[in-house]
């Protein structure tokens, strides 16, 4: 079942933060973060993996809640190159590599 | 991180007509390859996974007779869309796992974006 995501869309002025959320129905055994750009396939940004941990690099992070089923993306300080359309994708029922993904949030920056 | 290159990025074709689109993993061995379809402003929808030397496992309502997965080695998995028709149109993109690595991302190729006139 596909993961729920939360906002569909955001737009934000650079420096700004933002939080978008993923939340299943399924127990999860992993959530992957991807970004894409308009044409390009996706990019990875971060996995997690159960156990509730939290992740970051630069200034996006990810925190994972296994008893709630869901996580959360943090963009911090966002730059124009944050645009573009977060992906989480859910690893559940057994297999910790096949995934699905959600809707997509759309995250545009302006100057 | 590991490279994925997918052949061609683009393909116009007439209906009817069957496309072969390849994917590769450049620098490492794939375990195992998925293959995904994608609308306009839509998400990424899983169509089948491929592993090397057996049959690949198609999701519900995918076609296995009209989308022919061959994955003929740990580096190479290949996706023909025989008989193509207008609806067949999309952006179609391939990711690659291996079960060897310290990750467990699936790392994505550019995509082939496919129009069927």
């Known amino acids: 079942q596909q993961p729920v995501q939360s906002p569909q869309a955001v737009i934000l002025r650079e420096g700004e933060d933002a939080v978008i959320n993923c939340s299943s129905s399924k127990a999860l055994y992993s959530v992957h973060w991807y970004r894409q750009k308009h044409g390009e396939a996706p990019v990875f940004l971060m996995i997690l993996l159960k156990g509730g941990e939290q992740k970051g690099h630069d200034k996006i992070s990810a925190s994972f809640n296994e008893k709630k089923q869901q996580s959360s993306l943090y963009l911090t300080a966002s730059q124009l190159s944050y645009s573009g359309t977060y992906f989480c994708g859910i690893a559940s029922g057994g297999s910790n590599y096949k995934l699905t993904f959600g809707k997509g949030t759309l995250l545009t920056v302006n100057p | 991180g590991a490279v994925v290159s997918q052949h061609p990025s683009w393909v116009i074709c007439k209906s009817g007509t069957s496309v072969k689109i390849e994917c590769r993993s450049l620098d490492f061995q794939a375990t195992t390859m998925f293959w995904y379809r994608q609308f306009p402003k839509q998400s990424l929808m899983l169509m089948a996974t491929s592993n090397e030397g057996s049959k690949a496992t198609y999701e519900q309502g995918v076609e296995k007779d009209k989308f022919l997965i061959n994955h003929a080695s740990l580096t190479l998995s290949t996706l023909t869309v025989t008989s193509a028709h207008p609806e067949d149109s999309s952006f179609y993109i391939c990711?690659?796992?291996?079960?060897?690595?310290?990750?467990?991302?699936?790392?994505f190729g550019p995509g082939t974006r496919l129009t069927v006139l």
């Open positions: 990711s690659a796992w291996t079960s060897g690595s310290s990750y467990n991302e699936q790392f």
